[in-house]
């Protein structure tokens, strides 16, 4: 069935309000406008009540002052004695809400046609240290050098001095020059550090200007301000007036705190509609006030920045002239007057007669009527095919990921529990994983990844899904479904449904949330203890047990191994990743497979011979038990050839009476003699290469629980006292474990010592 005209309707609906919004009469706007989004505080005015507002022709204001009671503290008093402004030494030349600009000091030389000096004004000129707020700023200052034949270096000082930077400027004729293209020709200039405090010019000259001396007589070097560094000939810096033109501009800062650190303490200065920054000119911290977009006045002072009114001055705003101006607080905004429509602006619609609209309205009306119906048959026919084509997708993709078989096998299984399993759509596992983010993955399977989901009832779930799909992954994933839908024991991770209808098929598990027990068993400093690894070697070993014997058809796992076997929040332990599982029917004891499984894990007898029985599970079984007690990894190309295969070292070592020495000694202080001996047996018996000889996981469930209630008591008639203490101790001696604790069939398993581990179906199947 065709979408129900619902959507159409919304469609029409957002036109014609799209429609209305161009023809009706706009309400009053508080756009703000490139000029005014550029507007700042256009008078920095304002001193302390009381207090001298200028000094010469100058302002001076507050956080400024002249006199320590009419500044905000002694590194902004200012000096009027001479009727000229100082800082300290410095003489201030202009004060904005950001920067102060100080007069200049210039380095000079200049020579007669010989080269010899005739004017020196100082090659090596030092700047006094300024105070703690104030830095040169490395964003409007530049070192410049300019001459024909001249070198300058800009110094820094602290401990020691240290070279900043330096610059080389030469020419050849008078006509070298070019304005403002200060790159090396006449002049050069470089970049200033941040932070810098205190500097040294040093001038030098490459000849002395003796080739240069007919068209350039001086050279020069001095930090300065760069927008207000102009010349076009070299007898431009020769004026008097050179050094007054090119000021130095000092950064300041307001304390030493930062804004929120500031605006928690009773000395914080900004006032209202003002914006607070932090300095990051310097190390020493602080912050500077500055008034909001739309407000002038002294940030600094009560009661702070005022409303600028824009409608005042036409080039502060944008009206159309057939517009009123309505000044808003920080801003303003433009409503066209009486028989005009449009948004009033200048550079936008502006406004526009209104007998002009009506032919307007007419033909827009038509057009769009139109458009929206042409609109909507486009759109009902388009949604009908792609309705149909999802529909169509989905089965395809329900068949293609064995929804058929699946639905076959369930039938064919009487009392199966598989028809209580949910079936999710893709849309419920999508919202579930956020769309398969990257985030939500906690794991890749054997044949695929899982995801972390929450469904609409909170339940956290694991979503498993595949990569990519083909016919030999159909079935192990049917396969595994089919055989987790038979399982219902408190050690197997619980199904909780499915979803056949995406593009790959997608599993729904209960969410195991601390992890897999490999993790846990190879982290620096396990918590396991002994008793917590009997506990989950029991725990695993009843999951086993019971999908070898308990369960409606017999289950072979086939890929037993601490990766696969995951804690739940109270460290149950549960068995997961069936994807390689076999069942087996009941009128046989063993299947042929193709080859599959972990290397370090994988049953040798199975390898060489492709025949799998429950006893292959146990084999896998006695190596995780070895992990447990060991700690080590069953398959390590680091370690050396004798150790690198877990199994075949841990019987070498039970036959060589070495066994304590490769136990983890955490379990060998909390256990017994007896009881380890038992267990050392126990994983023997289990790694058997011929499965006759292991025994049924009934059997080992059964000896583990028994082992599980040995209490720990002294080494009593296992050796003699002295041994006993020596045992305990954390360094003990390898000699006290020297008895027998009988044949080991190492010697033949030896051989299947793989090099790595790996998940494999081997390239070769047995019959």
Known sequence: MCPSLNMYLHVILLFFSWLLLLLAQPTLGKNITANIANVTSTSFLGTKPGCQPKCGNLSIPYPFGIGAACSFDSNFTINCSTSKPFLGVFEVLSISPTQVRIQNVVASMCYNQTGVVTNNSGTSIWSQQLASPYTYSDTANKFMVVGCDDFGELWGAGQAEF?????????????????????????????????LQTYEVVLSSFSNHTQVWSFDKCGYAFMGEQDNFHYSSLSDISDPTFVDRVPIVLDFAI???NCVEAQNSNAYLCQSNTLCTNNTDGGSGGYLCTCETGYEGNPYLNPGCTD???????????????????????????????????????????????????????????????????????????SCINRRKLIKLREQFFQQNGGLLMKQKISSIEGTSANSSKFFTTEQLKKATNNYAENQIIGHGGYGVVYKGILPDQRVVAVKKSKVMDANQVEQFINELLIVTQVNHRNVVKLLGCCFESEV??????????????????????????????RIAIETASALSYLHSAASIPIIHRDVKS????????????????????????????????????????????????????????????????????????????RSQEERNLATYFLVSMKENRLYQILEPRVVK?????????IGELVKRCLCVKSEERPAMKEVVAELECLRKYKKDPWINQQSHEESESFLSDEAPTDIYAFSIGPSTGDIFGQYSFGSSTTFPLSKSFN
Not at 628 to 633: A, D, I, R
Request: charged share 15%.
């Open 163 to 195: 070279l900043i930077s330096a610059c080389g400027s030469k020419c050849y004729t008078g006509t070298d020059l070019i304005d403002a293209n200060c790159t090396g020709v006449g002049c050069c200039q470089t970049d200033i550090p941040k932070g």
């Open 308 to 382: 600028i009114d824009e409608c005042k001055d036409s080039s502060l705003n944008d009206c159309d002239g057939n517009a009123t101006c309505t000044n808003t607080p920080g801003n303003f905004s433009c409503s066209c007057n009486h028989h005009f429509f449009g948004d009033g602006r200048s550079d936008g619609s502006g406004c526009t007669h209104q007998a002009s609209q009506i032919s307007v309205i007419k033909l827009s009306l038509g057009l769009s009527f139109g458009f929206v119906s042409l609109l909507i048959g486009v759109i009902w026919i388009y």
């Open 670 to 678: 909390e256990g017994t003699l007896d009881q380890l001996q038992a």
């Open 255 to 257: 304390g030493s705190q």
């Open 563 to 638: 990766a696969n076997i995951l804690l739940d929040a109270n460290y149950v332990a549960k068995m997961a990743d069936f994807g390689a599982s076999r069942l087996v029917p009941l009128d046989q004891t063993q299947v042929t497979t193709l080859v599959q499984g972990t290397l370090g894990y994988l049953d040798p007898e199975y390898f060489q011979t492709g025949q799998l029985n429950e006893k292959s599970d146990v084999y896998s079984f006695g190596v995780v038990l070895a992990e447990l007690l060991t700690g080590k990894k069953p398959i390590c190309p680091e």
């Open 505 to 534: 098929p997608e599993l729904v598990y209960e969410y195991i949330p601390n992890g897999t027990l490999f993790q846990h068993i190879h982290k620096p400093l396990s918590w396991l203890t002994l008793e917590d690894r009997l």
